[in-house]
Nanobody
Framework: QVQLVESGGGLVQAGGSLRLSCAAS????????MGWFRQAPGREREFVAG????????YYAGSVKGRFTISRDNAKNTVYLQMSVLKTEDTAVYYC???????????????WGQGTQVTVSS
């Protein structure tokens, strides 16, 4: 079992920055690959970024590449999503998720956090 708790969401103006954190506990084998997803009202949950165990392998959605950075600190069992140059279209609930292998689709993840709201105002 894995428990994931996100934090760091909030309201920010367009062009601003936020850093999301995901505190994980439980089986590390199930946290080999960690991902961030987001879901806006009326839209499907979409992949934002993912990172392998060592942190050397990362994946990003095209819409956030160059603006968002995913990282992880295994000693603290925490994954981060640094978001910069935020746009109004980044507004969504952001979810942290854990998988036992490289994954970019929601159905490939076994564990999910409860989500944290990010709202970007114009």
């Amino acid at each position: 079992q894995v428990q994931l708790v996100e934090s760091g969401g909030g309201l920010v103006q367009a062009g601003g920055s936020l850093r999301l954190s995901c505190a994980a506990s439980g089986s590390t084998l199930s946290m080999t690959f960690m991902g961030w997803f987001r879901q806006a009202p009326g839209r499907e949950r979409e992949f934002v970024a993912g990172i392998g165990w060592s942190g050397s392998t990362t994946y990003y959605a095209g819409s956030v590449k160059g603006r968002f950075t995913i990282s992880r600190d295994n000693a603290k069992n925490t994954v981060y999503l640094q978001m910069s140059v935020l746009k109004t279209e980044d507004t969504a609930v952001y979810y942290c998720a854990a998988a036992d292998r490289t994954a970019t689709k929601p159905q490939e993840y076994s564990y999910w956090g409860q989500g944290t709201q990010v709202t970007v105002s114009s």
